[in-house]
């Protein structure tokens, strides 16, 4: 497991005396902020005096979640929902006059400005938590990973290029439409590689079951596919787990947008480590001859280039 940051505990402890003193604020003194903003004191301060109860509490849960932010997630996942819902009410509020427009210089300390570092704790949190080697500690060589995954032929890598090239295509999660293009592309190219003398192999996150039917989709049922859902031959391969530029970076978003609507090519359901990365290899008798990785998840099809330079 990767070392826990230590920018999370000092947000979560800010957060917390942030949150106590503004609820302890509201209990004692009930009407100040009415009377500084100009409005009417409300009719029954107690309920007033119950947000900021609620408001103490969640400073309680803030502080509790400082040890640990990525086991503590839900507690993070809660106080960033109210930052957002909490302007969302108050914009509709202002707008029907319910509230005046300078209330909302308490949305931007109470809410606003936790945005940025409570989302990122929770990517953190999230990347942490679906990682393959919070499953299995185990990890392989390259000369285990060739012989130890079974492919849907009944053969393992070691075995699949023994005497010949073959091509392996590291996929990201099924669902991800990059996948989807790398297969189809890998599908027009049938003669080119054919040509060549060139096996490709692909490697997968989803199950055997999962990996067939993605396979005959794009007409690559002849194709021996793996399943890797602990992402271990990825690891044998040394293909990493993105950076946010490299999952969520613009050139993403644009080439996402091509791919999914102008392409066709869709989305699915993530199946598998969704911040694991693809690639490319080519191998003969286990052994790495060239390789490719992804420079970020739209790197669709690293293997063109090996393909092309192939004698």
Known sequence: MNTQPTWPRFVLRIAAIYNLLWGTWVILFPNHLFDWTGIA?????????????????????????????????????VGFLGKIFGPIGFIQSALTGALPWSWGLTIVTNDLIWWIPFGAMLYLAFKDNTDPKRRSSDTWSLDEANHKAVASNGQGLAEISRGRDVLVVFLRHAGCTFCRETLDELSKRREEWTAKKIQPAVVHMGSPDEGSAMMARWGLSDIPHISDPECRLFQAYHL?????????????????FRAAILKGYGFGKLVG???????????????IVSAAPSRDAADSCPWKPLLAAHS
């Open 41 to 77: 004191r409300p009719n029954y301060p107690g309920i007033w005096q119950c947000v900021g109860m609620i408001v103490g509490v969640y400073g309680v849960g803030y502080w509790f979640a400082a040890s640990d932010f990525r086991r503590h997630w839900p507690i993070v996942l």
């Open 240 to 256: 990493p787990r993105g950076t946010f530029g490299q999952l969520f970076g613009l050139r993403v978003w644009i080439e996402g």
């Open 273 to 287: 480590d969704g911040f694991q990365m693809s690639g490319a290899c080519l191998i003969r008798d286990g052994r």
